[in-house]
């Protein structure tokens, strides 16, 4: 996850409102719940696309779908065995999500290859979207913004 943002960049982020979320309204009448809120909502319009987080290793084998299996090397296990090394995958990495794709290609694997590109990602909230998944903008956050 990155850095959270600076009392300047979130003070931009509510006086801007790029996404319309209204928050300069509720900043008029101090409502830094509202605000915090509305930035950590990842159903809220300012949503976007951020990393998938870490995915049961149990889910992930569900990805690959039935005899499709079989297509697997043993040079391809032994890369998918160095990421299912623990319980969770970390399916949004971007070094996994290279290899994934250089094993499951769209032509050899055409159910499992598009079920793989869709658990690289999720929804996530504008907080997210702006600093790396898993970001939340505090109330404190919001007040700090408010008192600099």
Do not use: C
């Amino acid at each position: 996850m990155a850095n959270k943002l600076t009392n300047a960049e979130l003070l931009a982020e509510i006086t801007n409102d790029p996404t319309g979320l209204g928050l300069p309204a509720l900043y008029a009448i101090g409502n830094d719940s509202g605000i915090a809120n509305l930035l950590n909502d990842p159903t809220s319009v300012g949503k976007g696309t951020v990393a998938a987080d870490d995915m049961p290793k149990a889910d992930f084998e569900t990805l690959v779908k039935g005899s499709e299996a079989d297509n697997i090397t043993t040079a391809q296990h032994a890369v998918l065995d160095f990421y299912m090394n623990s319980d969770l995958v970390p399916i949004g990495n971007p070094e996994m999500q290279e290899a994934m794709l250089e094993i499951f290609t769209e032509g050899t694997f055409p159910l499992t290859h598009p079920r793989m590109v869709a658990a690289f990602t999720r929804d996530g909230s504008r907080a997210e979207v702006l600093k790396g998944t898993g970001y939340r903008v505090t109330v404190d956050d919001v007040s700090a913004t408010r008192n600099s």
